[in-house]
């Protein structure tokens, strides 16, 4: 953040504890810049304590992880893999990478996830074209658990596997289980405006020994047994440097902490707003879910409003207030065009309709009131 912006209020800017530091100057100190270090492993054992997960393999960002998921699962040139539409585009991308193609699943109205009937129907009629999907790829969007249950009682009817993009929903559960924890493989993102960050980074989960060790070698140059350099496949250079892992570990002893704030910011804005017919903050959390609250997200009513998101957006911007449209479907993008799709219409609703508010766990309350006032003025 720059000194002039010093009351701009940012959607989800970094939030640094105080230990960060001192993993960085241990790091230094030991001399230990290269990529591979004790702060990797430290980082990767605190990922496996919080989600659960018997494997971590942490890396340079969520993408590289869902590119390094997709070829473990065997993925390639031909292929088709289930997407939601309604994400960002990272987790659409790394499926062109290895030559396959998306098949685009609309949204449920409840959680704005996946929707098991349209699954579903995407699974069946994709056998019935005799064109099998080879992964389905699952994203808790803004920290709300998807319908697990259901998804993965379709994933296994089906014989596919399950990717679970949790990108967004580290600290979130569902029925008590961590995410991230959930699919065949998943996937962290520590990008700068995520619940953690690492400035850049992000971390692949398993339980699978052979699948963590072949992510290792694939991200650093696969580099096969032999004193010299000696290569038989394909690899990437897409490990988490040390230094970085130094600062994973110092935002991981404050996870707990950050998803309270994200809650707690989350019922002000439910509480503050509740007298703008114009407005609904949600989604709701259904029974047995824990969100984390990455962003909070609010939906006009247009039978109370004319005023649309982009308006509400303008208006906060001359409060020196960010805020974002929610992500636009993938079917609807351009890059996309060609890609099949079943259904649509509700995740493209969401985003007529929607709008992402500042939501960093460093926000005060007296931030929260700044932006619902600018709203309630708007409206
Ligand atoms: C951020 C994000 C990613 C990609 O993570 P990077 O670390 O930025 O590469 C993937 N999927 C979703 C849903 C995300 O929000």
């Known amino acids: 953040m720059r000194s002039d912006d010093h009351d701009r209020l940012y959607l989800s800017p970094p939030h640094l504890g105080r230990h960060e530091l001192n993993y960085l100057h241990k790091a230094i100190e030991d001399n230990w810049v290269a990529p591979v270090g004790p702060n990797l492993d430290g980082f990767e054992r605190d990922l496996c304590q919080y989600t659960g997960a018997a494997h971590a393999v942490a890396l340079s960002s969520g993408t590289a992880a869902i590119h390094l998921a997709l070829l473990l699962l065997g993925v390639g040139p031909g292929d088709e893999v289930i997407v939601p539409s309604f994400t960002f585009v990272a987790t659409a991308n790394p499926v062109r990478y290895v030559g396959a193609e998306p098949v685009f699943v609309d949204s449920e109205a409840t959680t704005w996830n996946l929707c098991p009937a349209r699954l579903r129907e995407a699974l069946e009629d994709r056998r019935r074209l005799g064109r099998p999907v080879k992964a389905i790829i699952v994203v808790h969007l803004y920290g709300m658990p998807a319908r697990l249950t259901e998804l993965l009682a379709l994933a296994a009817e089906y014989g596919v596997p399950v990717l679970e993009d949790a990108a967004e929903a580290l600290g979130a559960q569902y029925q008590g289980q961590p995410l991230g924890s959930f699919g065949a493989l998943s996937v962290l993102s520590f990008n700068g405006n995520k619940i953690i960050t690492t400035s850049g980074g992000g971390a692949l989960l398993t339980n699978n020994a052979e699948w963590a060790r072949r992510a290792r070698f694939l991200a650093t140059q696969a580099r096969d047994e032999a004193p010299h350099y000696q290569h038989s496949v394909q690899g990437y250079n897409y490990r988490l440097s040390n230094l970085l892992a ?46 984390n609250r990455w962003l909070t997200t609010i939906l006009l009513r247009p039978e109370h409003t004319d005023c649309t998101p982009e308006d509400l957006r303008q208006h906060l911007e001359t409060h020196n207030i960010e805020a974002r449209p929610l992500w636009k479907p993938l079917h609807l993008q351009p890059l996309f065009a060609a890609s099949p799709a079943y259904g649509g219409s509700v995740c493209a609703d969401l985003f007529a309709r929607g709008l992402c508010l500042p939501s960093g766990s460093a926000m005060t309350s007296a931030d929260v009131r700044r932006v619902v006032q600018a709203l309630t003025e708007a409206l």
Do not use: C, N
């Open 246 to 291: 130094g600062i994973g570990r110092g935002q991981m002893e404050l996870i707990e902490d950050r998803v309270k704030r994200r809650r707690e910011i989350y019922a002000q804005y439910a509480e503050q707003l509740r007298p703008l017919a114009a407005v609904e903050v949600g989604p709701a959390e259904p029974a047995g879910l824990r969100a």
